[in-house]
Nanobody, 127 residues
Framework: QVQLAESGGGLVQAGDSLRLSCEASGRTFSDFAMGWFRQAPGKEREVVAAVSRNGLTIYYANYAKGRTTISRDNAKNTVYLQMNSLKPEDSAIYYC????????????????????WGQGTQVTVSS
């Protein structure tokens, strides 16, 4: 079992930046690949970014490329999502998630790959 707790969301203006954090507890953090997902009202939960257990392999959704950075600090049991140039369409609840892929350099890309979820943090971007 692993428990995940997100923080860092809030209300910002278009063009601003936010850094979300997700702290894990309960199991060895480096056992898990980590993902950030988001879900806007009436829409499916979609992946924003993912990072492998060893931190060497990273994925970004097309809409996030160039303005988003995912990183992890295994010593602090924390994964981060730095988001820049935020747009109103980025408004959503952001979730971090964890799973244990078979290889250290892989990660899941859909919500169905992930076993553990945080409660989410709201990000609202005003125009």
């Amino acid at each position: 079992q692993v428990q995940l707790a997100e923080s860092g969301g809030g209300l910002v203006q278009a063009g601003d930046s936010l850094r979300l954090s997700c702290e894990a507890s309960g199991r060895t953090f480096s056992d898990f690949a980590m993902g950030w997902f988001r879900q806007a009202p009436g829409k499916e939960r979609e992946v924003v970014a993912a990072v492998s257990r060893n931190g060497l392999t990273i994925y970004y959704a097309n809409y996030a490329k160039g303005r988003t950075t995912i990183s992890r600090d295994n010593a602090k049991n924390t994964v981060y999502l730095q988001m820049n140039s935020l747009k109103p369409e980025d408004s959503a609840i952001y979730y971090c998630a964890a799973h244990t892929p078979p290889y250290s350099n892989t990660y899941g890309l859909t919500r169905y790959n992930y076993n553990y979820w945080g409660q989410g943090t709201q990000v609202t971007v005003s125009s």
